[in-house]
Structures are given as structure tokens and as C-alpha cells.
């Protein structure tokens, strides 16, 4: 493995070698972007270049040190995330990194520490971070990885240099899902699109089968006809079944409501996510009207939001689908 094996992201990833390789790397970065196209490999690779015995500004996956880094137990290099069980990174958590990140290199060459999701921190832990970035220990790194930045303290952004990530482009990640992951042409460009350009989506849909899944799930959404509804209630037991597939269903179903919705303003087909479900789009969009897909689009959202509070699953997806059937 290689910086060049890393896909998408080159000018990024070029800038930060550029600034390894004449010893001018920053002292903290703030890596945004969206979930998936690739902050977390490519901190984790500049981490392991920084580190490697085998290269100056790449690495090479398999001295002790690159080992080390991938498996999480180099003692040079921390990934913070909240503590089992917690939602936020604690400022107990900053303070126990401040005093790592002060003690000699591993391999005399930086002390690294990543935060993901940097949006996870709570002000307090903000702030704490804020004094460590303000007078870094020596030779140390900072990486904070965020999908936004709406939630860090702009004091805290300021005292980062900022790396944004784009989504990655289509043919880059097609071409990447085809020669890496042995997909065929269709399936490849299936889930380039249905990913939005995450390698970690697309890679998650191939991997955990939600590709044929999506497909059940159009039928039996298509298969809920205007005043269905027993349809409608057959539907909601099956996908009641089991907490993990009910908001599998929800999130997409976001996807496919918003797709109908496009699909009825005429607009053109490659606007579509679920580009390879367009008949069940039409079907189900010539079924209602745009007033009640809008409705059903809304009651997604907030019918993922209850079943996470646990509510009777069976009881929230029915009221979903009969609004489909056109009860409202
Ligand atoms: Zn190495």
C-alpha cells in the first residue's frame, strides 16, 4: 500500500506530501468532507508516511511501524473517538492526549493524534484543544476529521490549516469499483451513483448486499397500490421484523421518495440516485399525487427518529405506508 494506491483526493494528498517532504507540515489540519471519501485513510496515511522505516514521504504497509499505525497500537499515534458507551469526546480525553503528545517519540519523529469526528468534541474539550493548538507540544500533529465544520468553535478552526475533501469523481470511483473490487460496469456505476461519490458507501451497499436489498424493498413499496391497506400493513410487518433492516428501509426510502419527487418535476433521468429502480419510480410516483410524496418524503425522516427512540416499529412503519396507500 501507497499514497498512489489511495483513490481520489491526489491534489490533497499531493500538498500534504509536498509539505512532509520539506519538513513544513502544520502543526494541526481540520480535514472536512463528506462521510466516505477518504479523511480517515488519508490521515491514517500521512501518519504512517510520517512514520514508516521503509520511505521519506510514503509509505509502505509493512515495516513494524506501518503495521503498528493500521493496527491502532502504535505509541506514536492516537485515533480519539468518544469512549464506549459516550457520545462526545471528554476533556479528560484532551487532557490525557496533552500528555502524550509531550512525551519522546516512539521513532523521533512526531506524535500524532486524530480526532474523529472532531464534531464530537463538547465546548469544554473544544476549548482544552483550543490551548494545546495554541501552544502545540513539540513536534507534535493534530488531525481533526469533520464532515462540517457548523459545530467546532471558529477559534478552533482558525488555528487549523483547513484540507477540504470533495466527493470523489464518478468515473475515478466506477473505475476503482471495477478493478479493485471486481465489479461489473453496471454494478459499478450503480453504486457510483447511488454513493454520491463516498468510496465508503459504495463499498458498504456492495459489501452488506443493501444493493439487492434496495431492489425488494422498491417492489414491495411498488406493490402498495391506492387504498392497499393490507398491502400496506404485510409490508410494515415484514420490515418490522428486525430494528437494523426497519432503518436500512427508512434511509433509503429517503432516497426513493426524493427520487419520485424528481422523477414528477420531469427532470432528467441521471438526476435520479436510484438510477436502476426507474420503474418503480414512475410506478409509484403515477400512483399519488406531489402533495403526498412530499408527505411520505417528510414521514421518512421522522419515522427513522422514532425508531430510534424505540417506538413500536411495526406501529410507525404502518403509519408510513398506509399514508403511501393514501390514507392522509
Ligand atoms: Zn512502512
Redesign the pocket.
Known sequence: MSFGEIIGQQKQIENLRTALRSGRLHHGYLFVGPDGVGKRSISLALA?AI?????EDD?????V??TRIAAGNHPDVRFVGPLAGKKEISIQQIRDIEKELNLQSFTGQRKIAIFDPATLLNLSSQNALLKTLEEPPNNSLLILIASSVGSLLPTLRSRCLQVSFAPIEPKTLVDFLIVAKHCSSEEANNLATLSMGSVGLALNLKDNKLFEKRREWAALTASIGRGDYRAASAAAEKLAANKNDSLGFLEWAQSFFRDVLVYSADAPAQNLTNIDLQEQIQHVCNAGTLERWLSVLEQTYDAGARIQRNLNRRMVLEDLLFNVAGRR
Do not use: Q, V
Open positions: 504512517k512514520h514508516c522505516s521503509a520511505h509509505f509502505c504497509g509493512d515495516c511501524n506501518c
